[in-house]
């Protein structure tokens, strides 16, 4: 077995080991084995409220979404050969962000707020493929080009916020920190969806994306298209951030930190260190909502709160190490 | 011998101009490669020898005439298809960060791979042939950025194997390496040359090397050709200084025949 395959199984084990741990802990606490029995085999009897719907969903979502964003951020990173960025970075979440508390702002019902997020992340990654597109495409100038809408987009949200009145607008002022506890079958089944869909496409791109990473001469020559494969990979890689961010809000530091621990353990881009990464993804928003919800019990924190406690000094430290390499 | 061995494509450039955006840098230039055999494209810096090399590679768009494989316009060709007759070195080529020296040549497979092939066994051979014959088997689990400067050019040349086009086109391959490595390096391209038969051309900034290794010069000044053939018919001190400006003494070389330049004293 290679060491990424090792990796990859040992990622999978802590995928359920804290599946299991999610669908037990809790103010009403269950015992591994009724938990699982109640989640798989055994539905109905008196767990079935709180495993059924409360923590199998979260559980599940947690998975899926931790994927979907660690993947994103590996195309992301790949693409523009930049470890530093990521959707989230580039203003994909903002301008989800700015979207829903748009439309809170005017007055719709919340329900209408995960269209409003896709729809924003959709609109903004648009918006920065166009701006930063001159005569072809550079990942450098998309990166400035998405810090430049990150920061705009910023300031329409804070006007927004102020500008009406809070109660409308402090349902996404809620939203806006990211969180996974109010998880329902119908947040999974849309980021099943949206996986089925882009992430076969996802590793299928892996090997373009190889050859790319030896630059843009080099790719050329080997015949890859170049214009199109980056067009194909920055809809992925938003398509993937805009899922997660309209089901779940914004989450920062997923995207970001994850294909950095998975290339650190299995090196550079490969089918093998994506699928690493994918499962890392899991592993990461699973533990980091656990965290959430057990650590100030029974006040519970938004898994948003958590990712980023935990992705900030971690950023600095690769940040550090950036440094000292160059 | 190549795994598959298919003969060496034909490549010439007909009435060719191309630009960065700018005035002319190659201007109406008409060459033909000779096939089976090593080119070395010469001339002063500027003079558009890395431009003609990146419109023959159909990495630079002619603004007006073509560069023709096969009797085919190179950018009419599916750019696959183009990749798997020429490959390309660059001068100063990228690799990924902490990249292997085996994970790199294996992506010089790209050509060969459609979107839901496996790894073949071709595909393995092709990066074993070209680990070997750049003598890197050794280090194949190494990381490239850790390699010293002549192999790490070995690893990209083997990457460029890899590619297993018969035709070879390379940027200044020997620029950053000492006297020892740029030999050994023209000596492994003059070997795949001669045992394999892949055509070569180069770019080289040493005229002297470019005697002595290529078979057909491209002597360019301003964007056009000043000269080109066999560098025993060509190198001449009057073209030497029509091409560089400066005064030189032609001597055949005492080890392999081909002419030798020796630049008289430059008066300010």
Known sequence: ?326 | MRPDQKPSPTLRAERLFADYGGPPVVKDLTAEIPTGEITAIVGANASGKSTLLRALARLLRATEGAVYLDGADICRLPTRSVAARLGLLPQSPRAPDGVQVEDLVRRGRYPHQRLFDQWSKTDEQAVEQALKLTGLVELRSRAVDELSGGQRQRAWIAMALAQDAPMMLLDEPTTFLDIAHQVEMLDLLARLNQTEKRTVVMVLHDLNQACRYASHIIALADGRIEAAGRPTEVVTAELIERVFGLKVSVISCPVTDTPLCIPYRHNY
């Open chain 1, 1 to 326: 077995m290679t060491q990424t395959a090792r990796l990859c199984t040992a990622s999978a084990a802590a995928i359920l080991a804290l599946a299991v741990v999610g669908l037990v802990v809790g103010d009403f606490p269950a015992s591994a084995r009724s938990a699982i029995a109640t989640a798989i085999w055994d539905r109905g009897g008196e767990f079935d409220f709180v495993i059924n719907t409360l923590r199998f969903p979260r559980v599940v979502v947690a998975v899926l979404a931790g994927i979907c964003l660690a993947v994103s951020g590996a195309l992301f990173q790949a693409l523009i050969d930049n470890p530093l960025v990521s959707p989230d970075i580039i203003g994909i979440d903002t301008g989800a962000a700015a979207c829903a508390v748009a439309i809170l702002a005017i007055g719709l019902d919340t329900q209408w707020l995960p269209y409003a997020a896709f729809a924003g992340a959709v609109g903004t990654a648009g918006l920065i493929f166009v701006l930063s597109w001159r005569r072809g495409f550079s990942g450098g100038r998309l990166v400035l080009v998405g810090i430049g809408i990150n920061a705009l987009l910023t300031a329409v949200i804070t006007y927004l916020l102020v500008r009406f009145p809070i109660e409308r607008v402090s349902a996404a002022a809620r939203w806006q920190a990211g969180t996974l506890s109010s998880s329902s079958w119908s947040d999974a089944r849309t980021l099943v969806i949206g996986l089925a869909v882009l992430l076969p496409v996802a590793f299928l791109l892996i090997r373009r994306l190889r050859v790319m990473q030896l630059g843009d001469d080099m790719a050329l020559a080997l015949g890859v298209g170049l214009e199109r494969s980056r067009l194909a990979v920055i809809t992925v890689g938003c398509g993937l951030a805009a899922v997660v961010v309209a089901v779940v809000g914004p989450l920062g530091f997923v995207a970001l930190l994850v294909p950095h621990v998975a290339r650190a353990l299995a090196g550079t881009l490969s089918g093998g260190v994506l699928l690493l990464t994918a499962l890392l993804g899991a592993v990461m928003l699973l533990s980091a909502d656990l965290v959430a919800q057990r650590l100030f019990a029974p006040t519970v924190l938004p898994a948003g709160v958590v990712t980023a406690a935990a992705g900030g000094p971690y950023l600095l430290f690769v940040l550090r190490r950036f440094n000292r390499a160059a």
